[in-house]
Antibody, heavy 120, light 107 residues
Framework: EVQLLESGGGLVQPGGSLRLSCAAS????????MNWVRQAPGKGLEWVSA????????YYADSVKGRFTISRDNSKNTLYLQMNSLRAEDTAVYYC?????????????WGQGTLVTVSS | DIQMTQSPSSLSASVGDRVTITCRAS??????LAWYQQKPGKVPKLLLY???TLQSGVPSRFSGSGSGTDFTLTISSLQPEDVATYYC?????????FGPGTNVDIK
């Protein structure tokens, strides 16, 4: 059974940093592209970042480019999102999502999410 | 960057009705379009990819069509469990932008 478990969310002050993790199991993690998608309270889905199966290709939304860094450790079956210079508008539930098939990015399976609140 | 729009933003229909949601890309994306369903308080679920390919386990009353800039998601016979927000997402290249969503409820 595919499982994605996000962690690392919490309350942080504007300008602060957080690192989110997504522990994966139940599939060959190193074969799949992965994504981070966020959803602000009461709002729609916003794609944040993605990276290829090897981690060699990374992609970012303009809203987070230069502040967030996506990475993965295939030996630990874990996806990360390092978030720096956080702003109030980064407040959201952050989901990790596994590509629906090898070589494809759209999220075929999603974790339950972790809440990030940026506030003083 | 390519922008994604959806219409309508919300709709209310009766059980058994045929429901159609439209997604439009500001530039052509071939058939690199996915559709998701998010029920209230739940995690998003992939319904279709490649514009018209049904994800495994998704009921056959859901279907998709389109290519280029204009796409549709159709629910052939609306069921109470289909109350949700539906999102399209482009994935021809990054950024993999979502549409703003369409809220569907029962009249």
């Amino acid at each position: 059974e595919v499982q994605l478990l996000e962690s690392g969310g919490g309350l942080v002050q504007p300008g602060g940093s957080l690192r989110l993790s997504c522990a994966a199991s139940g599939f060959t993690f190193s074969s799949y592209a992965m994504n981070w998608v966020r959803q602000a309270p009461g709002k729609g889905l916003e794609w944040v970042s993605a990276l290829s199966d090897s981690g060699g290709s990374t992609y970012y939304a303009d809203s987070v480019k230069g502040r967030f860094t996506i990475s993965r450790d295939n030996s630990k079956n874990t996806l990360y999102l390092q978030m720096n210079s956080l702003r109030a508008e980064d407040t959201a539930v952050y989901y990790c999502a596994k590509g629906y098939d090898i070589g494809w990015y759209p999220g075929g399976y999603w974790g339950q999410g972790t809440l990030v609140t940026v506030s003083s | 960057d390519i922008q994604m729009t959806q219409s309508p933003s919300s709709l209310s229909a009766s059980v058994g009705d045929r429901v159609t949601i439209t997604c439009r890309a500001s530039k052509g994306i071939r058939n690199y379009l996915a559709w998701y369903q998010q029920k209230p308080g739940k995690v998003p679920k992939l319904l279709l990819y490649a514009a018209s390919t049904l994800q495994s386990g998704v009921p056959s009353r859901f279907s998709g069509s389109g290519s280029g800039t204009d796409f549709t998601l159709t629910i052939s016979s609306l069921q109470p469990e289909d109350v949700a927000t539906y999102y399209c997402q482009k994935y021809n290249n990054a950024p993999f932008t979502f549409g703003p969503g369409t809220n569907v409820d029962i009249k």
